[in-house]
């Protein structure tokens, strides 16, 4: 078993676009891939229901769990992707 | 013989007319009371229901591939939730237990709505964007109709309860003639949808739902009516319509009237991306608001004044000369920046908003003129800057000589509190300029929250006592010699417009894809004219009557 902690990177936290691009990444890894909080329990990384539940905010700390061959690599990855600010202010309105 | 033709009203809120046959936006299919019969191969079932979630998947992947970027970004969010695997095993589940396929997808997708719900904040507004994935899902495993705008194969009538941002991701000209709700106000979402996409449209039409599919109507835009007539009729008015528009982008170059008399026609614009057309467009004669939120919102701080003045660089070299009227940061309760640090209120339309702000956090305003002051320097542009939400003398004193001292030679006073207009006169001997923001003066004039539909009559930019505080502003300019400008969506409305400029407003501003229409009404009329249209509205007793005289004189 593989384990590794993320910060959330994202200003807006694990959401909207950030979310899906990390359920994406998770399904692509090849690894079965869990995600959740320090503290409670891990749900299924390609969930995007399961990972806009965490409701993780830019400065949180989740932890990833795999294992098998390349869940190393995998996790170091997704652990980047995580730790990335996606984001771009927000489109104007009056 | 009577006229037995079905007829509604509503209001108007994007101009022009449109002809054909209404299609109704289809309401969320109603599932039969659990348990459905009874289900005799478990495994076929669950294979449905699995299919169903993909179709919703992939028919959501593929109007995102015709979306703008932002809505593609929400739609595609939801194709993912539609394929998310934890949801699938939880559908299959129920199945095996004997539940019917669209039951099972029903509950799965309410159990984690529930979550959502529970989980509260973003989340608990994310919980209504399930709803789409569910009736669509239902309304396959039903053989119902999709819900979502129809896709009947001709041009329509698009007829819905109100229309949500998913529902107009993919609207567009071609296929929909005009848009017509039996909810919203003249400011809610459909209403700029459809001014930005040019679709003639009208909003709270009470009882149009009740005109059945296919069912031809017609629509007019600039004064809210909605008829029922024959599909020969419809085609007939759909095709001089669509004649007029081309008439309207004929007429080109600067705004004026019949006989000469210059009425600039500015664009109201939110970002430079909003004026990436101007190159080819020889009427383009300046930008009137200049909504400067953009380089603010979404920010945990303020944005340097470096980055301010760049972004400042770009849009006055984009107006390639041409005047712009920058609108100071306007935020407050209602439009919250997170680094103002303001309080929440009880009543944030009433509270420190706007030109207020700096109440607070002067050196916000400071920071962003300072900012305006340099890249004007820069640029030789035209700028004039103005203050939202002024209510006093003093206020819009304070405000001038801050532009003045930097150099800035043209500072203004937004009139969107009625006390501006009254002091209209007064306002006149300290700024260089008005600019009248029809739709929160209507807010404040009438006490009637523009978000709130049921109050949308009131909101009505032809009310009586709306245009008579336009007619006070416009006359105290004429008298001291200033520009005096209207730049809500009530300039908009090429009925409206020629009586504005009849009052002695001397510049309108608008949406981009509105100043052609405008444009063509102006040409049509003398300045005589519009005087004489000025008096019609401003004697009429109610909205609907000033609305219904002009039209009536010019069609004449």
Known sequence: ?94 | MPDLAVGFSGIAVSPGTGAGPVHRLAPPPALPAPPGPPVADLAAEAARAAAALDQVATDLEQRAGGATATAAEVLLAQALIARDPVLAESVAGRVLDGEGAPWAVDAALREQQAVFRDLGGYLGERAADLDDIRARAVALLLGLAMPGVPSPGVPFVLVADDLAPADTAQLDRSSVRALVTARGGPTSHTAILARALGIPAVVCCTGVLDLADGTPVVVDGTTGDVRQIGADEAERLQEEADAARLTAAAVTGPGRTFDGHPVKLLRNVGSVDDLADVAGDDGFEGVGLFRSEFLYLGRTTAPTPDEQEQAYLALFEACRGAKVVLRTLDAGADKPLPFLELAAEDNPALGVRGLRTSRRRPEVLADQLGAVARAARATGADVWVMAPMVSTVGEARSFADQVHALGLPRAGAMVEVPAAALQARRLLEVVDFLSIGTNDLSQYALAADRMNGDLADLLDPWQPALLQLLAMCAAAGRDAGKSVSVCGEAAADPLLAPVLVGMGITSLSMSGASVPAVRAAMASRTREDCEGLARLALDAVDARSARAGVAERCRS
């Open chain 1, 1 to 94: 078993m593989t384990r590794r902690e993320a910060t959330i990177g994202s200003r807006v936290g694990l959401h909207a676009r950030p979310a899906a691009v990390f359920v994406k990444a998770s399904a692509a890894a090849g690894v079965p891939v869990r995600i959740g909080r320090p503290d409670g329990t891990l749900v299924d990384a390609r969930s995007m229901l399961g990972v806009l539940a965490l409701g993780a905010r830019n400065g949180d700390t989740v932890v990833l769990e795999s294992s098998g061959e390349g869940a190393d690599d995998a996790l170091d990855s997704l652990v980047a992707l995580l730790e990335q600010d996606h984001d771009e202010p927000a489109p104007a309105d009056a």
